[in-house]
């Protein structure tokens, strides 16, 4: 059986920011969801408001997709603006590629595309700094996922937690408790069959790779990201003080085939 978070009167809710019609939390919502929260999950993209405040929710995590930080759009805008609520109220804040990308908006630096027009697409290495090693007791994976042609800045005053290659801002944590990903820990085999099946095409760009290297990477690298993912959440949700209880690493693993 599954372990679960010893809730009380603690808010059980986690905001889940989607921008796609289809898109899903993945293993990050199987983590969380068979440890006792519920899933808000909101896509302000097709209309779904946002919380004035988080007083009933655990967290907010913001998700990736297809579209730019830099884009117009008045629901881009929104969500950007919007991150001000849980960095008021400290309440745990995760962004995810666009997510993080719309964190580092919100705090003044720019999201910008490769100068030689490179992307990150599939498993890329990754360089931890000195301060990733205190943000949970597992390793800080090495490979990750990605899924981007944009990077961002680091925010003034940010704790750089993991560089690249090609994009240096690959994790960051502002403040205690906000954080912000370049990289996809939430995806599952599935998932990134579908991701690597519908945008085929995006395999030509500059620094993706192909759609077999994909596949191999999940079986090489998940393993660790998924232990490390597990550590995170627990940590992450209650900043500093006992993590909370969350299924293994292995059995969302199997449960992603």
Sequence with gaps: MLDRVALHDSPRRILMILHQEQSTPGRIGYLLGNAGYELDIRRPRFGDPLPATLADHAGA???????????????????????????????PFLGICLGAQMLARHLGQRVYRHPEGRVEIGYHPISPTDAAQDVCPAPFPEHVYHWHREGFDLPCGADLLARGEHFEVQACRAGTNAFGLQFHPEVTYAMMCRWTTRAMDRGHEPGAHP??????????????VARWLKAFLARWLTGQGKPACLPSAQSVRISAQ
């Design 61 to 91: 995590i913001v998700f990736g997709g297809p579209m730019s930080a830099n884009d117009p759009d008045d629901y881009v805008r929104r969500e950007i603006d919007w991150i001000g609520v849980p960095l008021a109220e400290q309440k």
């Design 211 to 224: 759609r077999h290297a994909h596949l191999e990477g999940w079986y090489l690298h998940d393993a660790s």
